[in-house]
């Protein structure tokens, strides 16, 4: 029989058994047994034969590779300076009692609760180069000349996706910054007033830095969800046309499930790993500098 | 409340209309959506989109349910998301009691361990998730997603729900101690009840991500009668390409759940979103 001090300590163990057991067999093994198959030829019925770093040579050579790689960090750049940028002003202006506040909150908030799948398939719709919205529109009113296949045309196919990522992401970036506006202190608003800063100086040097914190997991946030950016391109053109629309995620898969190169896609997933645990150590180590001063 | 006193009245009337026309830009999509299920694709066709519909017509919402296969997917759904919904918050309650309760060696591991795994890539599990499932039997069964969901899902719950317990006085729980009840008693009578709000928070948003999801169901389920509503949307699409009444049809009918949620419990939608983020 164990002393009843001993007992007692055993207790979180046993709290956390189940739950540490599932997320190391689901989550932690795959995470790390990706690694090895990196290092494998794979075709996702015989056994992974292992092979050094043969993928990833392949891949510094593979031209979609690098397409991929420069259409996430385009992914990255427009899906955290445009949300913010909306979100923020659009959580400033909502922040004052201002009449339909809610109604325009709401508006903003439905498309987060659209799967990227319906995202993406309603805006299919309206980049539809026949009888699309957009091109139509633009006929009707004489811009006819910009009226192009959004989905196909190689110049434009990646800004068209994004955009529908940038429809979706807008209302969650300004939750955020409304739920950080409520903690903004008012008494230092109120003396900079007095002080005589004006609507823009108060917004930039009294406002924002309060905002700082918000700013920096909107940004983690952005990053993150832009380098598993996957379903949008899935649904809406598969990395095409001509692999122009290809990013990491998509990559990854169709190398892996499509063409069952299953070493190589894991080599991919390993890169998408990689630059993504960068800014994962950034947020722990923020969250760790937290939890030692609270 | 900020002040208003300083805001000239004009510069009110330009933002509201700013204001106005964003939130219209913002809906249109929907607003599409809308028309376009509610016509026939022979009119939109010949007409073209802008031209006034002649009739109203319901058929291919009819349509998308019977031959597109949403009466089968739409119920797949629920049975995938139910289960990983109740799983995951059962044991990241467990695990978050635990790690918000105890002083123990490796709580700040276990700790670091959910919350980054709440960032990770999902490709880095894709094939290894796949390989899993398969040599347990489960590839291709609806038991084979509710475990990745429930396993994938617990980072996130147990991030929130830990700091949410850690505001829970601990008072509360030594004089339930000293009364003589258990630990599981404890977890089961006092901080479950105690931690009720930041349940509903995080029960809606996961049912949103659970039911949303796209790429587990792409990689582990083969069989279109398992299919949940978003993979089986890809297969409608592919059914019925460029019919897009029928597409846009499906694709609204697929957001009916979700929608419901969203109207009425946006407030812990919305909680949850802040929840997960102070921090």
Known sequence: MLDAKTRYKLIPYAFLGIPVTIYLIWIIGPMLYSFYLSFTKWDGLTSPEFIGAKNYRMLFQDEVFYISLSNNLEWIILFMTVPIVLGLTLAMVLNKDIPGAKTFKASFFLPMVLSLVVCGLVWSWLYSPHSGLINEVLRRIGLGKLATGWLSNPKVVMESVIAVAIWRQVGYVMVLYLAGLQSVDQNLLDASEVDGANAVQRFFNVIMPQLAPVTVIVIVISIIDSLRAFDLVSVMTRGGPYNQSSVLANFMYIEAFNNYRMGYGAAIAVIIFIISLMFIMFYLTRIAREETNA | ?279
């Open chain 2, 1 to 279: 409340m900020p002040r208003q006193t300083t805001i000239p009245p004009a510069v009110k009337m330009i933002l509201y209309l700013f204001l106005v026309a964003v939130t219209l830009i913002w809906l249109v999509p929907i607003f599409i959506a809308v028309i376009t299920s509610m016509r026939t694709n022979a009119d939109i066709m010949s007409h073209g989109f802008l031209a006034m519909p002649k009739t109203v017509d319901l058929k291919s919402y009819i349509e998308a349910w019977q031959r597109g296969g949403l009466h089968k997917y739409l119920p797949n759904s629920f049975i995938i998301t139910m289960p990983s919904l109740v799983l995951t918050l059962l044991l990241s309650s467990l695990g978050a009691y635990a790690l918000a309760r105890f002083k123990f060696k490796g709580r700040t591991f276990f700790y670091f361990l959910f919350v980054g795994g709440t960032m990770l890539p999902f490709q880095i599990l894709l094939l290894p998730v796949f390989k899993l499932s398969d040599a347990l039997g489960i590839y291709d069964t609806y038991l084979s997603l509710i475990a990745i969901h429930t396993a994938f899902q617990l980072g996130f719950c147990t991030f929130v729900l830990r700091n949410y317990m850690m505001t829970v006085p601990i008072q509360v729980m030594e004089s339930a101690r000293i009364d003589g009840c258990t630990e599981l008693g404890i977890w089961g009578k006092i901080m479950l009840p105690l931690t009720l709000p930041a349940f509903a928070a995080i029960a809606t948003l996961e049912f949103t991500w659970i039911f949303n999801d796209y790429i587990w169901p792409l990689v582990l389920i083969r069989t279109a009668e398992k299919m949940p509503v978003t993979t089986g949307l890809a297969t409608l699409q592919g059914q019925y390409v460029q019919d897009w009444t029928v597409i846009i049809s499906g694709a609204l009918l697929a957001t009916v759940p979700t929608l419901i949620v969203f109207i009425f419990l946006q407030r812990y939608f919305i909680a949850g979103l802040t929840l997960g983020s102070s921090k």
